[in-house]
């Protein structure tokens, strides 16, 4: 959510930067805002004379009354009395036209990164930088479900019997890899200096409010029926949210957190996602990367968290690129970000298996987390979020490119101490 200040003297940035993420119909926001806010501002200001004026009567009402001017008394109250129900019905308003000014605020995307290439939506991506060299062995590469299925370890009808279309059950060594892949991912950050969580996995609506825009939340969410409580889609959500309404101290930032949880998501509008195996699915699991930090340092924490993510998949010796997501495919509360991709050697192309994203103050604004500076007064933390890992999607990528010609599947250095000291899967 933007400063109301920011929108009140750069309502033409506000327009540009909507038109630049093609949300023309948003426009017109700007606009009311500023008119709701000018009769927000008047209605306190009225409120606060009024309040000044009937301190001053309140306090001669004393004085008429040991004079015996009980007239002059009586009219006082009065006033007082008056001027407390114009300041009721004031407040009302006030009240009212504050939840209409957020109401917009809260659709008005975020300011973005002058760095961001325009664009309409994700076909018009930018690909920055490749890393490692992508292979196309000789070999037939199976779909990824069918290289699971010759080792026995998923179980999709039985899935759908149970919960429907869009999960699984992951068994034996498959399920084992799976779990090593999280480990080795905990570790790995762990070994950067970040913090390592493990999050509620369930939230509240202002929470969600607070971490992602509306649109996101109903294609994204799931709500549990008859609470005030939502299944994460991701454990930034629960990581961020935990900073609520706080004021942190500037010397302990950047706070750098490392949280593993499984994740929910409706995924509203994919079609045949009984077709997909486990690329597209309602539940699976993740570890991820956030940081709070201050507003000078995001950039560079920017840089790193994506690059963390690289690294990660080049020890595990998987091809990936980073491409930069243009001005249409960002989310309103994103500033700037990179998805991370992997090489599939069966289709013979990337495939997304991780984002990172600056959301700039976004966050911090709408969930109230400060940070104390005496000499300059508080100020809104920048947050940053990343995806290590998010298996069984990377599960595709890895089995893909790590296959052999003779149907094993090799397991590299970093991850034999986590599935027992094998060297392949046979």
């Known amino acids: 959510m933007l400063d109301i200040k920011f929108l009140r003297a750069n309502p033409d940035v506000v327009k540009e930067n909507i038109r630049k993420k093609f949300q023309d119909e948003k426009v017109a926001l700007v606009d009311e805002v500023i008119k709701l806010d000018e009769k927000c501002r008047a209605a306190r200001t009225r409120c606060e004379y009024l309040r000044s004026q009937r301190n001053a009567i309140s306090k001669q009402i004393g004085a008429f009354m040991a004079k015996g001017q009980r007239e002059e008394a009586e009219q006082a109250k009065k006033s007082v009395s008056d001027m407390a129900e114009e300041m009721n019905g004031l407040d009302a308003e006030i009240n009212a036209l504050s939840a209409q000014i957020r109401e917009r605020m809260l659709v008005i995307p975020n300011i973005i990164d002058p760095t961001v290439p325009i664009g309409k939506d994700d076909s018009e991506n930018v690909e920055l930088e490749r890393f490692g060299e992508p292979r196309v062995p000789e070999y037939e590469v199976p779909y990824h479900v069918e290289i699971m299925e010759r080792f026995g370890g998923i179980d999709l009808d039985s899935a759908r019997k149970t919960s429907g279309n869009g999960f699984y059950y992951l068994r034996g060594d498959i399920a084992r890899l799976h779990s ?104 699976f699991e993740k570890q991820e990367m956030v940081v709070v930090c201050k507003p000078e340092e995001s950039k560079e924490w920017f840089e790193k968290l994506y690059h963390y993510t690289i690294e990660f998949f ?80 990377m599960l595709i990528a890895f089995l893909e490119n790590n296959l052999q010609a003779d149907g094993s599947v090799a397991i590299p250095e970093p991850l034999r101490m986590y599935m027992g000291g094998k060297d392949a899967i046979r």
């Open 180 to 283: 090593a892949i999280l480990s080795y991912a905990r570790d790995f950050m762990i070994d950067k200096g970040f913090t390592y969580y493990v999050p509620p996995f369930m939230i509240r609506g202002n929470v969600v409010d607070g971490v992602m825009s509306f649109a996101e939340m109903e294609n994204m969410m799931y709500k549990i029926e008859g609470e005030d409580l939502y299944l994460i889609g991701t454990s930034e959500h629960s990581m961020i949210g935990k900073f609520i309404d706080t004021l942190l101290e500037e010397k302990d930032l950047p706070q750098t957190l490392t949280s593993y949880s499984p994740c929910f998501r409706k995924e509203v509008g994919a079609h045949g996602i009984e077709e997909r195996g486990v690329y597209r699915i309602h539940q």
């Open 314 to 393: 080049r020890s595990l010796d998987i091809p990936v690129r980073s491409l930069e997501c243009c001005s249409g495919d960002l989310a309103d509360l994103k500033v700037k970000s990179i998805d991370v991709e992997a090489w599939s050697p069966r289709q013979q192309k990337y495939f997304e298996v991780g984002s990172c994203s600056n959301l700039g103050d976004a966050q911090a604004r709408r969930l109230g987390i400060r940070v104390r500076n005496k000499e300059k007064g508080n100020y809104f933390p920048h947050t940053l979020n990343n995806t290590v890992v998010a298996p069984p999607r």
